[in-house]
């Protein structure tokens, strides 16, 4: 019975054995490197998707649905291209192609964020002089 027992947990330790497994992007502990900075990216498109439709409802541009979409395109595309072109290096090319998307993405955000509020900002400053204008011409 306990050599019954001990070939089924043999098994069991084949089938758990990651130490022939790869890293997902080339090198160790690269892998929760991603995860944190895809977290971070996440949540920052979170916040100007959520900041730009609240200042322009008509100008809706859906930031999240873009990065997943980005994610779906990584792993189903991009990573088996690169690695495919380069079976050594595959892996972290497309780590630092990902990574260069997520840049392009939060600072295309980042800008326009930026010019809707200094376009906010300029219109109050406007609408400001144009109250203290015409508060001059009802005096006289």
Do not use: C
């Amino acid at each position: 019975m306990t050599e019954i027992f001990q070939g089924l947990l043999d098994q069991f330790s084949t089938v758990l054995d990651t130490s022939m497994v790869q890293p997902l992007f080339g090198l160790k502990n690269l892998f929760w490197l991603f995860l944190v900075i895809e977290i971070v990216v996440r949540l920052y498109l979170g916040y100007a998707s959520r900041t730009l439709t609240e200042s322009d409802p008509d100008n809706h541009q859906d930031l999240v649905r873009r990065f997943w979409i980005k994610i779906v395109l990584l792993i189903f595309f991009l990573r088996p291209v690169f690695m495919a072109s380069n079976p050594d290096s595959g892996r972290y090319t497309a780590f630092l192609f990902n990574e260069l998307i997520n840049g392009f993405f939060v600072l295309s955000a980042f800008l326009r964020l930026r010019y809707i509020r200094a376009d906010e900002t300029r219109f109050e400053e406007w609408t400001e002089l144009d109250a203290a204008e015409g508060m001059m011409e009802e005096k006289p």
